[in-house]
């Protein structure tokens, strides 16, 4: 079937995180916003999909709007292979990883979608697996400015809701052994996004190479300095990386400098659920681990629960520590007891709540038609 509509809205909610807000890329974060996909074929059949986001928004929704939607429009709906080829071949002297690659992420989840619903299979039994009815997660808590206070009370908060293992997003050992004082029973990772250049890197790997973390993700300024994350491999920390990386290729060059244990990939940046595929195809014959980045609360968390479910051996899926209103793809966004629940309907099997996806739009949709 035809690809008749391609509309573009953003979801906001405000929401809590257990301290101050920060600020996101120089912008107060004080809502949770979501730039949703939508894919209409000529049969009126609708998939939905979700573009990487946060404050990235509107280069996003310029870019889809602009370049990418008009390029899927009046194409074959089932040919996701080809479509991704020509279209990110199409857009690749733009950025092979930034808002055009993110636009195509939200219309490939979308078809993916609409195979699914079309096949009247669940998206995890289209990728060959099998899926339990949840999957286990861990708490990526956002940061707290170094306030040692706040990190061990959420800690210990995530903790007893069910998380046995939590991510901090600090950049200090002070805060690793407070979050370990304040959470004995659980794992603890460290994310500093790209925080330090190699040698303070391999300074700081040094320091915290005996408090047991499970992993440090992303230590290294910048994330495309391959030997320079490989370079902290001596001090023993499991590495993690890939939310930054574009693509396949970027994931073989991380891989061949030996520089991680875990990859990261994010299906809202990566290209989508096929590039996903193919990363953790390229992972399990280097016997890398993969958990995959997912701090989304629409469809490209959703997505992320199909692919963990079907492909990866030792799923974990990373749910931000945060309250927020009713969400429109509620209840599949939200975590119960340390785990996530997993769909079980044709396609992504979550389809928005009409009121709630009203209620929370913030703007009137963008609809790009034939």
Known sequence: MRITAVESSVVSMPFTMGGPHGRFAGQLWDRMEILLVRVETEDGLVGWGEAFGHAAIPATKAALESIVAPLVLGQDSSDIAGLSRRVLHGTHLLGRNGPFTYAFSGIEIALWDLAGKRAAEPL????????????????????????????????????????R?????????????????????????????CAWTPPVARDMARSLAHDGLYWLEEPVWPPEDAAGLASLRRHGIPLSAGENTAGLFGFKTLIEAGAIDIAQPSVTKVGGIGEMRRVIALCEAAGIAVAPHSPYFGPGFIATIHVAAALVERPMIEVLWL????????????????????????????????????????????????
């Not at 995890?124 to 040692?148: C, H, I, V």
């Not at 206070?149 to 959420?154: E, K, Q, W, Y």
């Not at 309250?323 to 793809?329: L, V």
């Open 124 to 163: 995890w039994r289209l990728l060959g697996g099998s899926a339990p009815e949840s999957l286990p997660a861990y708490a990526s808590l956002l940061s707290y400015g170094g306030d040692l206070d706040l990190v061990a009370r959420n800690t210990a908060e995530a903790a007893a809701q069910g998380y």
């Open 323 to 370: 309250e927020m209103e009713p969400n429109p793809f509620d209840p599949w966004v939200r975590c119960r007891d340390g785990r996530v629940a997993v769909p079980h309907g044709p396609g992504l099997g979550a389809d928005p709540d009409p009121d709630l996806l009203a209620q929370a739009t913030r703007l009137p949709p963008t609809r790009i038609t034939l």
């Open 165 to 193: 293992h939590i991510k901090l997003h600090e950049v200090t050992r002070e805060a690793v052994l407070a979050a370990r004082a304040a959470a004995p029973g659980a794992e603890i990772m460290l994310d500093v996004n």
